[in-house]
């Protein structure tokens, strides 16, 4: 069945949607995107997404394509119109179309573009095994943009290596995986995850998270950490809007707990996905 995708305040059948050949996305990536998990047909985090949609936005210079609560109403709709009981919506605001240029134009209308993935997203996780990669993306990585072809490119070669992500690494520090922010859980309990800095992507999950963390009354410590490091741990693992928390039993080979998820990561991912039930809208 098809599902119905937003584009430009219309609600059309995917095999209809179209954008022009001269979107500055296509063209440059120039535009800001989000993911919004969807459980028992509500949406999860959308304050800490919409929050920080418009923070990408400012950053390069857009402005917010329409209201939060006309936002939060789209999603809703794309919810109830897809069916979507356990998912995702992604959200694709580019700065519009027009003839090729470098220079950035200023009032065009922007292309905005919602579309809904069926997916599950809660059950049993036995663990991701990730590979090391050298980080060679832009500066800005605090920026939600839609230039992701390197991430692409580093997660299809873990991939091709038999592994099921990457870390990449830069100056001898682990920044994030292909699509979420990294972790490790050191023998004494001490859970460690890189400071939010242009490196790395301010998670919505990894915020929430490290508040949890905290309510439970474990030790955390937000620093860079290295390979060496994550392979001596006791634990450790991923988040992401839709991926949650995740396990991370193997680093380069090495593996962690025995291979397979730990007791700290379990009681998170419990604890996560019970407190996003109580609070989507």
């Not at 979420?180 to 490196?199: A, C, D």
């Amino acid at each position: 069945m098809s599902r119905t995708v937003y584009v430009n305040g219309a609600y059309v059948p995917e095999e209809e949607a179209k954008v022009s050949v001269f979107d500055r996305g296509f063209l440059f990536a120039d535009g800001i995107y989000e993911v919004t998990a969807v459980l028992d047909g509500k949406i999860c985090e959308w304050e800490g997404h919409v929050a920080r949609l418009e923070r990408s936005l400012g950053e390069i210079g857009m402005k917010m394509p329409m209201s939060v609560s006309g936002l939060l109403e789209v999603h809703r709709e794309m919810v109830k119109r897809n069916n979507l009981e356990e998912g995702a919506i992604y959200l694709q605001v580019t700065r519009g179309a027009t003839d090729r240029d470098f220079l950035m134009p200023e009032g065009l209308e922007q292309t905005v573009i919602l579309f809904t993935q069926a997916k599950k997203l809660t059950g049993e996780k036995t663990g991701l095994r990730v590979v090391s990669v050298p980080d060679i993306r832009w500066g800005r990585r605090d920026i939600k943009t839609v230039q992701l072809l390197a991430a692409s490119l580093m997660k299809t070669e873990a991939k091709k290596q038999g592994k099921d992500d990457c870390w990449m690494v830069e100056e001898g520090f682990v920044t994030e995986g292909s699509s979420n922010n990294t972790y490790i859980i050191t023998k004494e309990g001490k859970i460690i995850t890189r400071n939010l800095t242009n490196s790395i992507l301010p998670g919505i999950t990894r915020k929430s998270v490290l508040r949890l963390v905290k309510e439970l009354d474990m030790e955390i410590e937000e620093r860079p950490f290295t390979i060496e490091e994550a392979q001596n741990a006791a634990e450790a693992f991923m988040t992401a809007a839709t991926s949650f928390v995740t396990p991370v039993i193997e680093v380069d080979g090495v593996g962690l707990g025995g291979g397979t998820p730990g007791p700290v990561t379990k009681r998170l991912i419990e604890v996560y996905i019970e407190e996003s039930r109580k609070a989507s809208c």
